[in-house]
């Protein structure tokens, strides 16, 4: 029977609210503008921030999570120290490879990594800048790069200084436009003669768009011809799970090597992706809860928008309010009536709010290089937060309109 | 007119009769345009930081040298270009008329000490006696290089603020000791003023020398830039011109191939640092307009109610003779007074917002004349437009319908 009342009470209580929504449509609509354009606003924003952060991620994650890199600079300045102190650093070594290889148990693997970037020639076109990219045969591990046609490069490449190159596909497109074979072809890298060994495959890349036209080459032959360059890079693979004691191996292997006092700093840098990732994301982040803010405030104004509406609606049925009091209703029960209209009004602003945050990510991924996902949490979010805004602002007006005496209420005209 | 001033206390009136409602209402506006006040306030501060900064290198100096200062990551382009030279250097004296000072600039980081002492990484600048008329340096103690020095090689240095005070102790006189750079013994001849940072790097970690002293012990390694400035910041244009025939002849490029040096100069910086952040600020800006969106749907619900509930005063209105101009007028002018009281008010919240922020936070804040009046033109057009279709409903109400409303 009291269950019974209940369900009865919460159905009348709805009935009520939707005809008071329909009794003034246009209102209603524009009262739930204001929340759905906050809605938008918030969770556009926050899809955008959680997409971004996504492809940040993966961008960095390419090498893997028992993968570090150790280098002479910085991969990002501005951390306390100046580009002075580092541009003071000693170069790295070749040699560094096998004592670290020596000298540290847990460490699988090491490849070396290095920059140039010069003229390259075939017999039909040039590039102007192709980017060099100087390593071994383990690249190939660390990196996303897959190989099209031919091969990779292979340890006695490297052993023997074989002139033996791999293109992607950029390079290859400008270097053989007519769609020859580049396998077995020669051209010529700063007027070095190179044979091509191999083609990758195109990388969908998203970021920057347009990839610069690159080459892979043996690191032993880029230090034959082009000497020892500053940005010599390792990358270092530890054994499975044993990222954190090779990376402290290395870093007392490097300390040896770079003959560093007890009272020294040191003089190289180790990063996981974790790291990088961790940097970017402490950058980003601010940026987002910015971003995030400044959208939530429009939130705010609809808010504001649905109480100010509240307020007129709950003078305007002030007669009605008296008869529904003389009827019997309770304070509560009005109180519930007007706190359920602002909230459905809100809710309804959300959830269209969010159906036009999904035809935009929609439209957007036609024209981003990335992809957008609406996460699941965002949406729920989304909703709660709609309906929050019309509790926190419904609420107010609702408790005066509860607080009438039935009374003058019924007097009022 | 009298039906303006008519207009304006009817507004009044009606906005009085229910402050709670008008409160509201303006609320939405003041944040709305709080919200973006603070915004512009904010990137206009961060713009004029940035252009302060960039105005250090001077308005009217041009910078010769092989790479271009906004290469875009190609600069391997430019790689095989001639260094620039003393050769270079002559020229434009010689043959550039507009030419008011030439300045060569190269810097070497190397240690410096003095007896016990050690400052790390220096910044040993190469110039000649001009630098100071370009660079706009003062001297606390001693004198600046002079030709002689410049022409003979000399071994004088002119001590940066921070190199002094790490090198010597409080009240020392450094003039005429000498100081070890590099393993070369080297006199001081003067001490500079504290200069400051430009875009975080200290200029007070710096020594002066002869250039030509530097080209001795450094040669061919050093990357020189030549600062050009003309003798009234007009003439820029002229001395570019007089600039590339000269270097062209002395790099002997042919008539058909393009320049093989770069004519730098602040506003190419600019440019870039405009065309990287434009994009950002503008989505910022469009973002907290957003705010100021719904404040107008909320004034136009108001208006739309208030129509509603004053159409027999409407009616009574028009039947003693009102025409349709005055009733819009009437409901115009209560959504314009809502947004300029709210306009006024958001703005002065904005500029105290971000003065709040600048002040907790690195981020400089600007208080510009550009972001009130866009301020003051975004509320009224907010206004206008939400405001005219409530009035335009008013202004239509028939009056016989609109007196037997009840």
Known sequence: MNNYLTIHKILDTIKIVFHGIRTNILRGILTTLGVTVGIVAVVGMGTMA??????????????????????????????????????RRQRFEVDYMDEIMENCPNVKSITPYLWYNFKAKSKHEEIEGLGIQASNENV??????????????????????????????????????????????????????????????????????????????????????????????????????????????VIIAMRNLRG????????????????????????????????????????????????????VAVTERTKEIGIRKSCGARSKDILVQFGTEATVLSTIGGIIGLLLVFILTIIGNRFLPFEIIVPAWLVITGILFAAFVGIVFGIFPAYRASKKDPVIALRYE | MYFLSESIK????????????????TLGIIIGIAT???????????????????????????????YPWVSHGRWYEYRKRKPITTDELEAIESRCPTAAYVVPIADIYTDVKYEEKKSEAVQVTGTNALYPFIQGVNLENGRFLTDFEYKHRQRVAILGWEVYNILFEEGDDPLDKWIMIANKKVKVIGVMEKRGSFFGESQDNQILVPFTTLEKYYGKRLYMTIMVMPESP??????????????????????WEENDFSINGQEALLDEYNKTTKVLYAAMIAISALALLVGGIGIMNIMLISVSERTK???????????????????????????????????????????????????????????AIMGFIFSSSVAIFFGIFPAGKAARLNPIDALRYE
């Open chain 1, 140 to 249: 190939f591990d660390f990196s996303s790069y897959k190989i099209a046609d031919g091969r990779f490069l292979v340890a006695s490449d490297i052993q023997y200084n074989r002139n033996v190159c791999i293109l992607d596909h950029k390079a290859t497109e400008i270097l053989f436009p007519h769609g020859e074979d580049p396998i077995e072809q020669r051209i010529k890298i700063n007027n070095i003669p190179f044979k091509v060994i191999g083609v990758l495959e195109k990388e969908t890349s998203t970021f920057g768009g347009e990839q610069n036209a690159m080459a892979i080459i043996p690191y032993s032959v880029a230090e034959k011809y082009w000497g020892r360059g500053w940005g010599l890079r390792f990358l270092v693979e530890a054994l499975p799970d044993r990222i954190e004691q090779a990376m402290d191996e």
């Open chain 2, 10 to 25: 009817a507004a009044f009136t009606s906005l009085t009769k229910h402050k709670l409602r008008a409160i509201l209402t």
């Open chain 1, 50 to 87: 959680y997409s971004f952060q996504k492809e940040i991620n993966a961008q960095f994650s390419v090498l893997g999570s028992n993968t570090f890199i150790l280098s002479r600079q910085p991969m990002m300045m501005g951390h306390g120290g100046s580009w002075r102190d580092y541009w």
């Open chain 2, 234 to 255: 007009d003439k820029l244009e002229i001395l570019r011109d007089e600039l590339i025939i000269a270097l062209r002849q002395v790099r002997q490029v042919p008539s």
């Open chain 2, 313 to 371: 005063e409407i009616g009574i209105r028009k039947a003693i003779g009102a025409r349709k101009t005055h009733i819009l007028m009437q409901f115009l002018i209560e959504a314009l007074i809502l947004c300029w009281v709210g306009g006024v008010i958001g703005a002065a919240v904005g500029f105290g917002l971000a003065g709040f922020v600048s002040l907790v936070t690195p981020v400089p804040s600007a208080v510009s004349v550009k972001a």
């Open chain 2, 36 to 66: 973006i006040i603070t915004i512009v306030s904010l990137i206009e501060g961060l713009n004029k930081t940035v252009k302060d900064q960039f105005s250090q290198l001077g308005t009217s100096v041009l910078y010769i040298s092989k």
């Open chain 1, 260 to 311: 560093l006092r007890l009272e020294e700093d040191n003089d190289f840098e180790i990063f996981s992706s974790q790291m990088i990732r961790d940097a970017i994301s402490k950058i980003t982040t601010i940026a987002y809860i910015v971003i995030i803010g400044i959208a939530a405030i429009s939130l705010l104004v609809g808010g504001i928008g649905i109480m100010n509406v509240m307020f």
